[in-house]
C-alpha cells in the first residue's frame, strides 16, 4: 500500500513514530521521543487546527478564562504536570513555594463562600459544614474496599446512599432540615459527578475508587493561562513535527505495507486520514479521547481490536463535563466569596426517580466559581456534568442564559440579583467533554 501523503517522510532508514492526537498525552510523548535518538522519524497528527486538546486557555471578559482544564491538582514535585510548569516558568512565586507544596488537601473540595437554596434562602454555613462533613467521611470510606475480594455494593453511590440511609436514623433535627440536608448532600453528589466526570455515582466502580489519590499541594491555576503549557511543548518539538487538520479515519495495523519513497522497506501499521492521505509507520501511540474511541471504535481499526481489548474500551466510563461562564456587569456577591453552592430544596441522593434531562437539566448544576474579576468584569463559572451537561449543549444560547439568569435571580432573592445586568449578546461554544461557555454582558 503506497502512501499519497504530501507530508511524507524524507527517504532514510529508521523507525517511523506516528503520535495520533495532539492533546497533552500525545505532544508529551512527542517530546520524550525527540530525545531518543532511535526515532528520528516522528509524526503527530492532529485531527484540529490548534494543539493542547481539552486544554485551551482564551482571552475573554478582559483577562484569560480557560475553557478546559482549569487548576494543576496537588501542585508538588510527584506531579508530572507541576515539574514541567515550573521548569518553563508558568507558576509565580507562591504557587512555587515550599509551604504550598506541602499543603494536604486529600481529596476534599473547600467550603462555599455561601450557599443558595432554590427558595431563595442562605443556607446555614454551620449545617453546610456538617454536612459536607458527613460526605467526605463516607466518601473517604469508600476507598477503603481498594484491595478486597469482594464489596459490599457495587457502586460508590449505592455504597453512600446506603450509609447516608443509616446515619438519618439518627439526625434529630425537625422535618424540614431533615430534607434541607438531603438537599445539600445531593448538591455534593453533583459536585463529586462533576469531579469524577460522571453522570452518576451509581457509575462508579466502589472496588477500584480508591485508586485515585491527590498528591500533596494547594491548588493553584497559570497566571497566563493553561494553554501556556502546551505552547511551551510544542515550541520544544523540532519543526514540522505537528500535522494539524489531519483527522484520522482508520489504523490499518498487523499488515506489510510500503511506501513509494522507500522501495523494499514494509511497515507493520498505515494510517488512513480522513482527506485519503496514508502514513506507513513502525508504531503508532494513539491518544484520542476515550469518547471518541468508544464512538468509533467498530471503524477506526481494521482488523479490529482484539475482543478482550474492544470490550475493555467499551466497559470504560466516559462522562461530559461542561462550564458555563456568566458575565455581569455589577457583582451580587461579596468581594470575599469564592465558591456559591447551588442547593434545589426537594432534592435527594436517596430518590430513585429519573426525570427526563429537558424537564430538569438545570438541577444537576452543583454551583458557581467566582473568577479573579477582569477590572470592571465579573464572572461566574458553573458546573454541570453527566446527561443534563450534554442536554445543555443541544439549547440555543438565549435558552441557556434564560434558565441561568432565573435560577440566580430565584435563589438570590429578595436581593434583585441580575436585574438590568444582561443582554442577549452571547456566546454558546459547543465542545463536547470540554466546556461549553455562556458569556452575557
Known amino acids: 500500500m503506497e502512501s499519497s501523503s504530501r507530508y511524507a517522510e524524507s527517504p532514510g532508514r529508521g523507525p517511523r513514530v506516528l503520535v495520533v492526537g495532539g492533546g497533552i498525552a500525545g505532544l508529551g510523548a512527542a517530546q520524550r521521543l ?54 518553563y516558568g508558568l507558576l509565580g512565586e507562591k504557587e512555587m513555594s515550599e509551604e504550598n507544596q506541602l499543603v494536604e488537601l486529600g481529596v476534599h473540595l473547600g467550603l462555599p463562600s455561601v450557599s443558595y437554596a432554590s427558595s431563595g434562602q442562605s443556607v446555614s454555613l454551620e449545617l453546610v459544614a456538617d454536612t459536607a462533613n458527613l460526605f467526605y467521611t463516607l466518601l473517604d470510606q469508600t476507598r477503603e474496599f481498594l484491595h478486597v475480594a469482594e464489596t459490599p455494593v457495587p457502586s460508590v453511590g449505592e455504597y453512600l446512599k446506603q450509609e447516608i440511609s443509616r446515619h438519618m436514623a439518627n439526625w434529630t433535627e425537625d422535618k424540614e432540615t431533615k430534607k434541607l440536608k438531603l438537599a445539600v ?131 470504560m466510563g466516559f462522562g461530559t463535563n461542561n462550564k458555563v461562564f456568566l458575565e455581569f456587569e455589577e457583582p451580587f456577591w461579596e468581594p470575599d466569596c469564592k465558591y456559591m453552592q447551588v442547593v434545589w430544596e426537594g432534592s435527594s441522593p436517596l430518590e430513585e426517580a429519573v426525570p427526563e434531562p429537558q424537564d430538569t437539566w438545570v438541577r444537576k448544576l452543583c454551583g458557581f466559581l467566582v473568577l479573579p474579576s477582569f477590572g470592571s468584569i465579573h464572572v461566574l463559572c458553573g458546573f454541570i456534568a453527566g446527561l443534563e451537561s450534554e442536554f445543555m449543549e443541544t439549547l440555543s444560547d438565549e435558552d441557556v442564559l434564560q434558565s441561568l439568569t432565573q435560577v440566580l435571580r430565584r435563589m438570590t432573592a429578595p436581593d434583585t440579583v441580575c436585574g438590568g445586568s444582561h443582554t442577549s449578546d452571547v456566546l454558546l461554544d459547543h465542545a463536547r467533554g470540554v466546556a461549553v461557555r455562556v458569556e452575557g454582558g
Open 34 to 87: 525527540c530525545h531518543h535518538r532511535a526515532f528520528p522519524h516522528l509524526r503527530v497528527l492532529e485531527a484540529t487546527a490548534r494543539a493542547g486538546g481539552r486544554i485551551r486557555s482564551e482571552r475573554k471578559f478582559g483577562g484569560v478564562v480557560e475553557i478546559g482544564a482549569h487548576w494543576i491538582h496537588g501542585p508538588s514535585q510527584g506531579n508530572p504536570v507541576f515539574q514541567l510548569a515550573a521548569e
Open 185 to 315: 448532600l445531593n448538591t455534593h453528589f453533583n459536585l463529586e459527578c462533576c469531579v469524577s466526570g460522571t453522570h452518576s455515582l451509581d457509575l462508579l466502580a466502589l472496588g477500584p475508587f480508591g485508586e485515585y489519590t491527590m498528591l500533596p499541594g494547594l491548588d493553584c491555576t497559570f497566571r497566563e493561562g493553561y494553554e501556556g503549557l502546551t505552547s511551551c511543548i510544542v515550541a520544544s518539538l523540532p519543526k514540522d513535527i505537528l500535522v494539524f487538520n489531519k483527522p484520522v479515519k482508520t489504523i490499518h495495523w498487523g499488515g506489510s505495507f510500503q511506501e513509494e519513497t522507500l522501495p523494499g522497506e514494509t511497515f507493520p501499521v498505515s494510517v488512513e486520514c480522513e482527506d485519503g492521505d496514508r502514513f506507513p509507520a513502525h508504531h503508532v501511540i494513539l491518544t484520542v479521547p476515550l469518547g471518541f474511541l468508544k464512538e468509533h471504535l467498530d471503524t477506526f481499526f481494521q482488523p479490529p481490536l482484539p475482543p478482550e481489548k474492544a470490550e475493555a474500551i467499551r466497559k
